[in-house]
């Protein structure tokens, strides 16, 4: 019994062991729904899945499972996010536990029955418990919103503490984390609100699919707003994560973090006014622009500490000495690598078919302008995925030739399967469609290689973890010691303060 | 092995391993015989049916006619013919308008009368003036020689493409008829049945198979000649037949629509007749033999310019009821 009751512990109440679940059942999804498009379905795979599984795939209701799909994934993510902030930020041990608890209750009810429901037949006891699942995981956003209030006594910083602060000591970086919570609350209670209006007059649709309406309705607009900025608020989430995995101080820091702060609010603002505001677009333009001037701020920092780390030992280190240092470490180069990757295949690409909608995009048939959208933002969050990848096998110890074998495979053949997306989605500026299958199959199959391998690099990453959990002394058992080791500390430094607190109190009232 | 001499390896053999695809312009299939008439037409009678994919009921309160098949290459050389004669048509350089460029094309064209225009964010105006019906391009399957047009003949029953909205407009018209609505279309398509709640999915019912429609990767006939993009099929190829060609065969699945409409799925998408107000779109239905299996369900569409013109897109014809 013990044996069973210590891996539950690590695995549902350590961050490593919450994070390594929540991978595992992306992962899970990923490899069993990634049958039922793409190559798996012209190679017969998706036959035997649905078979297998007895899935209900009913034609009319594709978009509606494929919403289910997302909305289960996201939520996963965003766990996995939720679970990094409150291990890396200062809080208190029970706000920690009582979020991560929320979260994870949260998001395997909405991933477990939002699945059953989109995809093994409409039992609405299956859809009431996805959104139950969602509402908890709004509701460990507000946990966390409360655990992360940045004007706590406790959280402010010394005048000269290198990380951007206020003059009274605000911690801006805590701040960003704060309005990025509140932002994705808020974009949350967007989307469920529309969403509540779902077979009362709302219908189900992809928004790809109603770009050239030129009028969308409110509940349109406000789904299409909702999706961009949940993903865009993803996004500010990580990199917030990874510089501060970084140790993201200084100078750089203390001009990112307040244009993380503005540029949040303006993108958030900018993306649910979409609904009643023709110049919507314009806002978001601004926001995107402070966000990734910040994200650039974290890249150049980061890429300089690689460097100076690297070449500490060498009085005057040469130009691939520092390449050298740079590129030593493809876990803590990784991040930053795809922020810049992706200017190339999506913010590039998308400013690209701004600049030139009705140039070329909007003279293309609608469907190749919705290939060109969809593999857009597929490739954002893929990228977003890798970023994960990142942190997480340097959180859990990865070491050694592993460590570089691992995140150089993540790299080069996400970036191989990224960049032939973007030719892909865009080929119809070098090729005719009767020309275009050469080009098709080659892109087609550096897409397949490029994301099978990363696939298969993070299955035996993966498989590793299982074999480790079913060994006495495996690395699980250290990792747990070491959690509890903090907690127990943390928790005496806490109980230590509350009793200087309640001493001060005591001293005052008998005066 | 260092990482980046694998990824070196990998990718010279996967580049290696990348054999030469035909481009469909190349293609010269082989003449196949399907038995169905494309000159025949079907009478969709007065009623209300599901229409779109949440199966709105939508009434269609008037009979009207619909082409059984989609118009043949050589229905539409015959017509160049004739238009030709009787000076609706030319044969000469035509102003191609993309966006804010304008090119020059050479091929057919004719006179439209123009589209009401609303000035809505990213309309353009469709003035009256000459547009092209059809350029002389490569993957033309007709040829024009001494002022004649002639369907190449592998490829006479095939549906007709490269033709622009007017192109296809055009021909209609001449016929006496026009192109049909979306709401049109989609009831013939998929009939008034309706089975668990939902109207049929595809033409031939709630299920898509290889041998159902000529669709991407649907493994057809011309996909195992040519490669996995394949080619269009004869018009009606989909009606139960085994078809033996050479030293192979390849059985199909019969997917008449309810009402008896061939390629309703599949094959090349279909211009429609709406003009639609805010917007200089014309939209297509039916999925093509590029499209993915998804996209040939019956409410899906398409949008492009009336100038577009494309190797997978084609058309039919209405005609209203007596």
């Known amino acids: ?511 | 092995m260092k990482p980046l001499s694998v990824f070196v390896c990998l990718t010279t053999l996967l580049l290696g391993s990348c054999a030469p695809a035909p481009s469909v312009s190349a293609i010269t299939p082989p003449y196949v015989d399907t038995g169905i008439d494309p000159n025949s037409w079907v009478t969709i009678p007065a009623g209300s049916f599901p229409y779109g994919q949440h199966d709105h009921m939508t009434d269609v309160d008037y009979d009207y006619e619909i082409m059984v098949t989609d118009v043949t290459v050589e229905q539409y050389a015959n017509f160049l013919n004739e238009a030709l004669a009787t000076g609706v048509i030319s044969v000469g350089e035509y102003d191609v308008e993309e966006g804010e460029t304008i090119r020059q094309e050479e091929g057919v064209g004719g006179f439209h009368p123009g589209d009401p225009f609303d000035g809505y964010k990213h309309e353009e105006e469709i003035q009256a003036g000459q547009y092209l019906y059809m350029p002389f391009t490569d993957g033309l399957r007709l040829s024009y020689e001494g002022g004649v047009f002639t369907a190449l003949p592998s490829y006479v029953n095939h549906p007709m493409t490269l033709m622009t909205w007017f192109g296809a407009n055009a021909y209609c018209e001449f016929q006496g008829g026009r192109l049909p609505t979306e709401i049109e279309w989609e009831k013939a398509a998929r009939g008034t049945e309706i089975i668990n709640g939902h109207g049929l999915p595809f033409p031939w019912g709630e299920e898509i198979h290889g041998n159902n429609a000529n669709y991407y990767s649907s493994f057809d006939l011309f996909e195992k000649m040519f490669g996995k993009l394949g080619n269009t099929t004869p018009v009606g190829f989909y009606n139960g037949q085994t078809y033996l060609i050479g030293d192979s065969s390849y059985t199909t699945l019969d997917s008449a629509s309810p009402y008896g409409l061939y390629d309703m799925g599949g094959n090349v998408w279909q211009w429609m007749g709406d003009d639609y107000p805010d917007q200089h779109y014309r939209y297509m239905r039916g999925g093509s033999f590029y499209s993915y299996e998804v996209d040939l369900r019956v409410w899906k569409n398409n949008s492009a310019a009336p100038t577009y013109y494309s190797p997978s897109v084609g058309f039919r014809c209405v005609q209203d009821g007596d």
């Open chain 1, 1 to 511: 019994m013990q044996l069973i009751k210590d891996r539950f512990d690590y695995l549902f109440r350590s961050t490593k062991g919450l994070t390594l679940v929540a991978i595992a059942m992306v992962a899970l999804v990923t490899a069993i729904w990634g049958t039922l498009s793409g190559p798996m379905v012209e190679w017969g795979v998706r036959d035997i899945t649905v078979n297998l599984l007895g899935l209900d795939l009913v034609q009319a209701e594709r978009e509606g499972r494929i919403i289910m799909l997302y909305h289960t994934i996201a939520m996963t993510i965003i766990a996995i996010e939720v679970y990094f902030m409150t291990d890396m930020l200062p809080m208190k041990r029970h706000e920690q536990v009582t979020i991560n608890a929320t979260i994870t209750v949260g998001y395997l009810t909405a991933l477990i029955f939002g699945m059953l429901f989109g995809y093994f037949g409409h039992n609405f006891v299956f859809h009431g418990l996805f959104i139950l699942g969602q509402s908890l995981v709004f509701f460990s956003g507000i946990l966390l919103a409360a655990a992360l209030w940045p004007w706590k006594k406790e959280y402010l910083l010394e005048a000269d503490s290198p990380y951007a602060h206020t003059k009274k000591g605000v911690d801006l970086e805590r701040l960003a984390f704060f309005v990025m919570v509140i932002a994705t609350l808020l974009s949350a209670t967007f989307g469920a609100v529309t969403g509540s209006y779902w077979g009362n007059g709302h219908e189900t649709f992809l928004g790809e699919d109603l770009i050239r309406a030129p009028h969308k309705t409110a509940l349109q607009k406000a789904i299409i707003g909702h999706l961009h900025i949940m993903l865009t608020l993803v996004a500010v989430a990580l990199t917030l994560i990874v510089g501060r995995w970084m140790k993201f101080k200084g100078l750089l820091h203390r001009i990112a973090m307040p244009l993380m702060i503005v540029g949040t609010i303006i993108i958030t603002a900018g993306a649910l006014s979409v609904v009643w505001l023709p110049w919507a677009h314009t806002t978001i333009y601004v926001g995107s622009v402070f966000v990734m001037f910040a994200a650039l701020l974290f890249v150049i920092f980061s890429w300089d500490k690689l460097i100076k780390e690297g070449t500490a030992h060498i009085e005057k280190p040469g130009f691939f000495q520092k390449m050298g240092a740079l590129l030593r470490d493809p876990l803590k180069f990784g991040p930053g690598w795809q922020m810049v990757f992706m200017n190339f295949t999506v913010s590039g690409v998308g400013i690209f078919m701004a600049v030139k909608l009705d140039e070329i995009f909007r003279v293309w048939p609608h469907r190749e302008e919705r290939i060109t959208l969809t593999g857009h933002w597929h490739i954002l969050a893929s990228l977003i995925a890798t970023i994960i990848l990142f942190y997480f096998a340097d959180l859990m110890g990865l070491k050694g030739k592993a460590r570089k074998w691992f995140g150089w495979l993540v790299i080069i053949m996400s970036d191989l399967a990224f960049a032939s997306a973007t030719i892909f989605s865009m080929k119809r500026l070098f090729v005719a469609e009767s020309e275009q299958q050469a080009l098709v199959n080659t892109l087609m199959l550096l897409m397949d290689v490029g994301l099978a391998l990363v696939l298969i690099a993070l299955a035996i990453f993966m498989g590793w973890r299982l074999y480790d959990l079913f060994r006495k002394d495996g690395r699980w058992s250290k990792e747990l010691a070491a959690e509890k080791k903090t907690s127990a500390q943390s928790q005496i430094e806490e109980q230590q303060q509350r009793l200087k607190e309640l001493q001060a109190t005591l001293e005052e009232t008998s005066q």
